[in-house]
């Protein structure tokens, strides 16, 4: 069974950073593996990505709202993933949850969730 941990949230002022880390865990479990995200919950109480990176790291993608402010980076030895977010504003207030998946040889998916983070940005 794979456990995620998040850490890192907090509150910061606008403009500031912070960083967030993700820990996978679990008997037996490899974890290059899993493609690995954040996602942040919305307003209307959905979540929305965040930032995605691929088993070995070669492929990142962002939310649309990102624009440059983020960087998502993982760390097999670690067993970590890390989200660094940068100027941040007001609208990034949220709770930030990590998420892992793992597609298996007969194409089925493990999917497991952390149990999230919150990020308060404010003066």
């Known amino acids: 069974q794979v456990q995620l941990v998040e850490s890192g949230g907090g509150l910061v002022e606008p403009g500031g950073l912070l960083i967030l880390t993700c820990t996978l865990s679990g008997s037996g479990v490899t974890f290059t593996d899993y493609d690995m995200s954040w996602y942040r919950q919305t307003p209307q109480k959905y979540r929305e990505l965040v930032a995605k990176i691929t088993r070995y790291g070669g492929t990142k993608k962002y939310g649309d709202f990102v624009k440059g402010r983020f960087i998502i980076s993982r760390e097999s030895a670690r067993r970590t993933m890390s989200l660094r977010m940068d100027m941040l504003q007001s609208e990034d207030t949220t709770v930030y949850y990590c998420?892992?998946?793992?597609?298996?040889?007969?194409?089925?998916?493990?999917?497991?969730w952390g149990q999230g983070t919150q990020v308060t940005v404010s003066s």
């Open positions: 998420y892992a998946r793992r597609v298996n040889p007969s194409y089925s998916t493990d999917e497991y």
